[in-house]
């Protein structure tokens, strides 16, 4: 695609470093105009600048600094929001933390709580905040990242774990509830890529995040890991019109068909392809139960 968001306005949480990072560059790169969320002022800043030097257009670059963990985080994204855009085309909530690490019982339990604060009720009062602003010019998109531990068990990542499975329901559900409104909401799994998270694994060491973890992460390091430019080129098409129509689904980055899928919107239509499900015993070929 070349130019698929050109004249789009477009929030990013968690945009000043690796994933983030990546996905406010490609969308830039596609005419977007952004409004970067981070913690970080000098990482934010720095990517602004890089930013305007490299302009087409009328392309605007605005920056956020606050922590999603703090209450005022919401209401102050959406105030800077609608001061510099009269509409809001897409939300991308990337920003999320990976501890509390280590068994539920021993964690500090004001830090899970903290986790599932950014992980998934920010994201989900992003989306409240947001859809009634969409909704306004019936068009929209929200896209919200997944991660390990949404699909599968993750022990000793209770708390991201939960929060991204939580995301991932949540999303599908929302996609349901604004259908007449002309909104998609769609997940994303970007896989195993070499960020900040990896090295906080690697720090904390196989005592804390398991032994299986921990080698895993040892063997991701080595192999450099997915490149986060295939999520983003992921979220550049979920946020661009050639993907209108798909909502509801949790799409891999690496391994599924994603840039076909507009031409299976019949066969995924009221479908739980792509959505987390439970699985009963004749789905593994038993005949009890």
């Given amino acids: 695609m070349t130019n698929a968001l050109v004249g789009k306005h477009v929030i990013i949480t968690g945009a000043s470093r690796g994933l983030g990072a990546a996905i406010a560059r490609a969308m830039w790169y596609q005419g977007a105009s952004l409004l970067l969320v981070a913690r970080s002022t000098d990482t934010l800043q720095q990517l602004q600048d890089d930013f305007l ?23 102050t994204i959406m105030h800077r929001a609608r001061a510099v855009w ?17 068994q539920v019982w021993e964690n500090d339990w004001d830090e899970w709580q903290a986790a599932i604060r950014v992980n998934l009720l920010a994201p989900v009062e992003l989306c409240r905040a947001c859809v009634p ?36 329901r949540f999303s599908e559900t929302l996609a349901h509830e604004v259908r007449d409104l002309n909104v998609q909401v769609n997940c994303v799994a970007p896989g195993a890529m070499n960020t900040e998270m990896l090295q906080a694994v690697l720090r904390t060491g196989p005592a804390r995040v398991g032994t299986l973890e921990y080698a895993q992460a040892v063997k991701q390091a080595e192999t450099g890991g997915v490149s986060p430019q295939d999520a983003a080129e992921l979220c550049v098409f979920l946020s661009s019109a050639a993907s209108n129509g798909l909502t509801g689904t949790l799409l891999s980055a690496v391994w599924d ?21 439970r699985i009963v015993p004749s789905d593994r070929g038993k005949t009890w139960g």
């Fill in 53 to 75: 030097r490299n302009s087409q257009g009328d392309q605007q670059v605005h920056v956020v600094v606050t922590d999603l963990g703090m209450p005022a985080a919401v209401p």
């Fill in 257 to 277: 068909p994603w840039e076909h899928l507009p031409e299976y919107l019949h066969d995924l239509q009221d479908s739980d392809i792509y959505t987390l499900r």
């Fill in 133 to 168: 602003w969409m909704g306004e010019y019936r068009q929209g998109k929200i896209i919200n990242l997944s991660g390990g531990g949404a699909t599968r068990p993750r022990p000793r990542f209770s708390a991201y774990a939960t929060a991204k499975a939580g995301l991932v």
């Fill in 86 to 102: 009269s509409r809001l085309d897409v939300l991308v909530n990337n920003a999320a933390i990976l501890t509390p690490i280590g």
